[in-house]
């Protein structure tokens, strides 16, 4: 299994309150991404990273940002969050820009984040 | 643990027989294709990808078919095992620099 770790797995926090969800690799991968997972919906961009210190939006990236200082970790941050974003979110990781090419996405185990 | 089974469609098949799961994708001009498993409590997993310039690729007791005339692409597992149950889903890209759209799953359940 890639070297994905996801913290916290799991999180009850109040509208309103900020989250920071960590994604930490040690596969030395140069892109990841976080998506969200809802039921009725498949797998949703978030932001995504190509390299330290460079990120871009994807397709559901209101309310959320993205911060990556190295290499090894993306972090998604909810600055205040909403009971719309209760929901999985998955880190993922490519040696390759999956964007550009075939490159293979390997993900992390989740973490499920619930807005009260 | 980690899943969003819930309200998706459901095959169930016997242990030993061979299982097909279906997807239909949207955009013609989409040139890549990826088939994901995802077990209950974990992220989704890799399993076999294929280009639009092929209509079928075969793994290790895997096979993908890609009818490109009527959008179509299928993921047949043979010889289906408990431990193939999971929600299966299609990822398509179209072109460079274009993301991975996944769609909603599959799940399949194994009887023994």
């Known amino acids: 299994d890639a070297g994905i770790t996801q913290s916290p797995r799991h999180k009850v926090t109040e509208t309103g309150t900020p989250v920071t969800l960590r994604c930490h690799q040690t596969e030395n991968h140069r892109y990841m991404y976080w998506y969200r997972q809802d039921p009725g919906h498949g797998l949703r961009l978030i932001h995504y990273s190509y390299g330290v210190k460079d990120t871009d939006k994807g397709e559901v990236s209101d309310g959320y940002s993205v911060s990556r200082s190295k290499t090894e970790d993306f972090l998604l941050t909810l600055e205040s969050a909403t009971s719309s974003q209760t929901s999985v979110y998955f880190c993922?990781?490519?040696?390759?820009?999956?964007?550009?090419?075939?490159?293979?996405?390997?993900f992390g185990e989740g973490s499920r984040l619930t807005v009260l | 643990g980690e899943s969003v089974g819930l309200h998706l469609p459901t095959l169930s098949v016997q242990e030993g027989d061979n299982s097909i799961i279906n997807c239909a994708y949207s955009?013609?001009?989409?040139?890549?294709f990826i088939w994901y498993k995802q077990e209950s409590g974990k992220g989704p997993q890799f399993i076999i990808d294929?280009?639009?310039?092929?209509d079928k690729r075969q793994g290790q007791r895997v096979t993908v078919l890609l009818n490109k005339t009527v959008k179509h692409l299928s993921l047949q597992i043979a010889a289906t095992q408990p431990g193939d149950s999971a929600v299966y889903f299609c990822a398509e890209k179209t072109g460079a620099n274009s993301k991975l759209t996944f769609g909603k799953g599959i799940t399949l359940s194994v009887r023994p």
């Open positions: 294929i280009r639009s310039n092929m």
């Open positions: 993922a990781i490519s040696e390759r820009n999956s964007m550009a090419s075939t490159g293979e996405l390997f």
């Open positions: 955009n013609s001009a989409s040139d890549y």
